[in-house]
């Protein structure tokens, strides 16, 4: 290579991928010459005290290897020099001691918390990115998860007093730790904000799903600025969170899951009459008014209610909560009828659990948690309709889905 000028781009290219690889190459070392010579150009004006131009080129840096999706790309930087040592020339496509793209930052944690171990992690990046894809050791594996914690714990103390949530989703996950016996129960709260976009509000470790720990829960929202009650929160029926939820927040309704809700009942019934008895379940929760609902419910506890009484018990003890989502948009009941929005997600979580035999810690668990649905949340479907929410915090009635006209 000749002194002071980039890195020829020589060798024939080996097949698409090469191509695609020297064609990057080309374009960044290209891109980054332009932003030198932009800069030079901005301050050609700007002469010393003998009248020559202070910024000036001045051969090149050393060549650096930066790894992206398209390979490992050799890139040199054009070194500038100012005659007065005052200004200084940072590039933004090249940030001093880059070494790898984002877009590799982002996926070596993706690929760790899809399962993929640090062990393995040589071979999948090879798997997605060929051959030329950097070499890591499970030491990068490790600061990662050290950086996590670290902003976990930042995320914990966030100030909420600009919050507000019209609704909740709210359930208690529960995982198997390495280095202990008891099960780890985390508990999870998801808000919808007044735009109807979906949050993570709050994630921590509890005993079971106590009403204590649940209340622990609620107090520290309320303690870093959450002062607004939701409209209405959705969850398992078998939740302590109900028990500390009415306590601090009496004002809101409440809302089961009517998918916690039909596993139950049908858990009650032989499973000969399963299939029937969740047909006859459906056509409550999809009826079109909360009356055809009534009627729907107390048809199943009329059919059901003699030769399988616990069944007919369990469904009548909610009744008012499984049916609260009628006093709420039509458009929203998708959202409101069930706690897929937790149940979706942790999916993905329990499959990261399933490929690692889980955490060592309860505290790596919730740390783990935090950042799959941290990464989860990014995909999140937002309401249907969110302008209905506005009418919700103005306490605009509806029925049966239907907005009601101001008297």
Known sequence: MRKGTPKEFGSPASGLDEIVRQGAQRMVQAAIGWEVEEFVLRYEAVRDDRGRARVIRNGYLPEREIVTGAGRLEIQQARVRDRGKEIRFHSSILPPYLRRSGQIEELIPWLYLRGISSGNMQEALEALLG?????????VVVRLKEMWAKEFETWKRRDLCEKRFVYWWVDGIYFNVRLEEERQCILVLIGATARGEKELLA???GYRESEQSWKELLLDLKARGLQEAPSIAVGDGALGFWAAFGKLFPQSKEQRCWVHKTANVLNKLPKSIQGKAKEDLHQIWMAETRREAE???DRFVEKYEAKYPKAAECLQKDREALLAFYDFPAEHWIHLRTTNPIESTFATVRLRH??????????ACLTMVFKLVEMAQKHWRRLNRPSCIAQI?????FVDGVLQDVA
Do not use: H, M, V, W
């Open 131 to 139: 051959p030329q894809a950097p070499g890591l050791s499970a030491n």
């Open 354 to 363: 399933r490929r690692t035999k889980g955490n060592g810690t309860r505290q």
């Open 203 to 205: 994630i921590q470790d």
């Open 393 to 397: 915090l103005e306490g605009r009635k």
């Open 295 to 297: 009627r729907a419910f």
